[in-house]
């Protein structure tokens, strides 16, 4: 997962990403995730709460 605190924060991103070789990636969209909120609001809120858990395990391992 990258890009989450450009998601999260709707800020633009802080890093790019660069693969060495052919990779497929997804692409979470604002509009997409504002409509899932709308239709699958437990999805949604399973979405947020796993990047954010992620977002914290990192943020968490920067003053080691």
Do not use: C, H, M, W
Not at 22 to 30: D, F, H, I, K, R
Not at 31 to 60: M, Q, V
């Amino acid at each position: 997962v990258f890009g989450e605190v450009a998601f999260l924060g709707q800020i633009e991103r802080t890093a790019d990403a660069i693969t060495e070789e052919s990779t497929e990636a997804l692409s979470l969209q604002t509009d997409s995730i504002k409509r899932l909120s709308r239709f699958l609001p437990g999805t949604a809120t399973k979405l947020y709460f796993n990047l954010s858990r992620i977002l914290a395990k990192r943020l968490g391992g920067t003053g080691k």
